[in-house]
């Protein structure tokens, strides 16, 4: 390898980085949350008025709004979950003209309306990159939405959905396989349970069949 493809090599590395340290001291606006102390929001990121559980992490520039999510989710970069809404059926659809503040501080009339809606994702969700999910979606546990999806409709247990708009592709598994796990929601399991279940993980039937075998 001659000098130069060296200093290429090197100044490609030092780009890479200096990228990932400002992404890491990028902050995260968190406000009237409440945030597992071991979930993981990265830089970047907006909470507001949500619950997110343990081990559940989102990747850079998330927004969750209005929105509570299960233990051990996996949220990707760039993922909008959540948000307000606007009254179609009334003459306009602009803040001004409903109760509660806006970017311009005024309102021409006080109506009632409720902007918010709230959004509910389950356990063990994984949710790709740059999903945008509408507010007052519920997100089934084990459901996996594909990247660039458009979520406008409620997801069941164990179900992948792509697209925009998003649609059923498959479930990951029988319907039996679905109804066992969601019983036994092994999410909610002390850490030395979990830890004991583990060395399972990679098979559905081992994981459920020594949970069978427990039993008896």
């Known amino acids: 390898m001659d000098a130069d493809v060296r200093f290429e090599k090197c100044v490609n590395m030092l780009k890479y980085y200096m990228v990932k340290i400002r992404k890491k001291l990028s902050l995260s606006a968190i406000k009237n949350s409440k945030i597992d102390k071991q979930a993981y929001i990265s830089g970047g990121s907006t909470v507001l008025c949500s619950e997110i559980g343990k081990y559940t992490y989102t990747g850079y520039d998330v927004s969750i709004i209005y929105t509570k999510i ?69 997100i089934g546990n084990g459901a996996v939405i594909g990247m660039g999806a458009v979520v406008t409709r409620d997801i069941g247990a164990y179900e992948i959905w792509a697209g925009n708009p998003a649609r059923l592709i498959r479930k990951r598994f029988n319907d039996d396989v679905i109804c066992q796990l969601e019983k036994m929601q092994w999410w909610m399991w002390e850490d030395e349970k979990i830890r004991q279940y583990a060395k399972y993980m990679k098979s559905v039937h081992d994981f459920c069949g020594h949970e069978e075998e427990l039993k008896k």
Do not use: M
């Open 70 to 138: 299960g233990r051990f989710c996996s949220i990707a970069d760039n993922c909008k979950i959540g948000g307000a809404s606007h009254p179609i059926q009334w003459i306009s659809t602009s803040p001004l003209f409903h109760c509660g503040k806006n970017v311009f501080r005024k309102q021409f009339s006080q109506h009632e309306y409720e902007p918010y809606s709230y959004t509910h994702i389950g356990n063990d969700v994984w949710i790709g990159q740059n999903v945008l999910i509408k507010s007052g979606v519920t």
